[in-house]
Each structure stands twice: as C-alpha cells, then as structure tokens.
C-alpha cells in the first residue's frame, strides 16, 4: 500500500537513523505540519488527511524499530524504552492536532500529560495501550482553563482512537487518574499535588 516505506530498509533508511526522544517526536510532529506557538506545538489542520499522516509517521516509526528488534541491534529494554519515545512522540503530535482544533490562537491553559504504567516506566511493548493522567494550570488566571484543558485532552484521545482509512493508533487510558473513570479527567496542577499530599 504504501511502497515509499521500503525506504525505512534502505541502508541509509530511518531503521539505521532512529535518533533518540527528540528526533522521534520531531519526525512526528513534521508530520502533522506543528508549529511552536504561545509555548504549546500546534499542527496545521485537524482533519483526515492530518491523521492519516500521523498513522503513516507512527507506523514507520515502529517498523524501523522492529527492524532492529528483528535484527538484535536493539536489547528488550531498548526497544521498550524506544516505543515509550514513540508513543510520547505521538501523544506530542496528537496534542497539537488537539491544539488546532480546541485553541489554535491564545490558549486558556497549559496541559501536560504524565506517562503512567509501562509508559512511564519506558517498559511499552507493540501492542499496549498508553495510561496517562492530566494535569493543567491556568494562562493569565483564566477561570475557565479547566473546560479548555478537558477539551483538548479529549480530542488528543480521540486522534489517537479514530477509525480512518490507515486505522487507529492505540487506545489512551486515562482511568489510572486519582479516582478513575469517576473523577474529572482533568486536574487542575495545584489540585492534584494537593491530592496525593493527602494521599
């Protein structure tokens, strides 16, 4: 279907040219068209064409690894830890297909999403879901940066889930949040420090 990634095997291919954190998540933000505004990436458009993009990007990203898994380049806690850059990589690029869609101008909030469980353990294997949490603050004491910051998240989430004609990344979990599938699925930053102190 796609006979442009054969370039991943090439001997100068991406599969010899990994990189680390940054280099994945660049190659996957360049995908989506993200550009740095108001301290937040946001991508060109939200629409089918950007994600399918970002399905093509992430698969090659994981091709090239398992390249290197096949091959023994790689050790298992390699390789683990490089799809946990992945999978950080796509939650950067899906945040700013969020971005653009939710707030592409002056943002309310500032949004930050914590890799849990094996993600942030850097333990992620191929077929794992990705478990976050989310915490934000509010831009220039903004009242309302909650309900922006919970859109946002939820759109990441569903860029990340959507059927297309390329199929779906993998399932976000936020339900490892201090009360699970009952709590809010945004925190506010002061919120959640004051949690866990209780806690």
């Given at each position: 279907?796609?006979?442009?990634?054969?370039?991943?095997?090439l001997s100068e291919g991406l599969w010899n040219n990994i990189g680390n954190r940054t280099s994945v998540t660049g190659r996957l933000l360049e995908a989506v068209g993200a550009k740095l505004s108001d301290g937040r990436f946001?991508?060109?458009?939200?629409?089918?064409?950007?994600l399918i993009n970002l399905r093509i990007a992430y698969r090659n990203e994981v091709i090239a690894l398992a390249v290197r898994d096949l091959c023994e380049i790689d050790d298992l806690a390699t390789v683990a830890e490089r799809?946990?850059?992945?999978?950080?990589?796509?939650?950067?690029?899906?945040l700013s297909i969020a971005w653009r869609s939710v707030n592409p101008l002056k943002p309310k909030s500032e949004l930050s999403v914590i890799a849990m469980g094996k993600t942030g353990g850097r333990e992620l294997n191929?077929?794992?879901?990705?478990?976050?949490?989310?915490?934000?603050?509010?831009?220039?004491?903004?009242e309302d940066f909650i309900d922006e910051a919970t859109?946002?998240?939820?759109?990441?989430?569903?860029?990340?889930?959507?059927?297309?004609?390329?199929?779906?990344?993998?399932?976000?979990?936020?339900?490892?949040?201090?009360?699970?599938?009952a709590g809010a699925l945004v925190r506010s930053l002061e919120g959640h420090i004051a949690y866990y102190e209780r806690w």
């Amino acid at each position: 279907k796609h006979p442009q990634a054969m370039s991943i095997f090439l001997s100068e291919g991406l599969w010899n040219n990994i990189g680390n954190r940054t280099s994945v998540t660049g190659r996957l933000l360049e995908a989506v068209g993200a550009k740095l505004s108001d301290g937040r990436f946001v991508a060109e458009a939200d629409d089918e064409k950007t994600l399918i993009n970002l399905r093509i990007a992430y698969r090659n990203e994981v091709i090239a690894l398992a390249v290197r898994d096949l091959c023994e380049i790689d050790d298992l806690a390699t390789v683990a830890e490089r799809l946990s850059y992945i999978a950080d990589g796509v939650i950067e690029a899906a945040l700013s297909i969020a971005w653009r869609s939710v707030n592409p101008l002056k943002p309310k909030s500032e949004l930050s999403v914590i890799a849990m469980g094996k993600t942030g353990g850097r333990e992620l294997n191929y077929i794992s879901d990705v478990d976050v949490i989310y915490v934000a603050r509010a831009r220039d004491d903004a009242e309302d940066f909650i309900d922006e910051a919970t859109k946002v998240a939820s759109r990441m989430m569903q860029v990340c889930e959507a059927p297309t004609s390329e199929g779906m990344i993998w399932q976000v979990d936020p339900n490892l949040r201090p009360e699970g599938k009952a709590g809010a699925l945004v925190r506010s930053l002061e919120g959640h420090i004051a949690y866990y102190e209780r806690w």
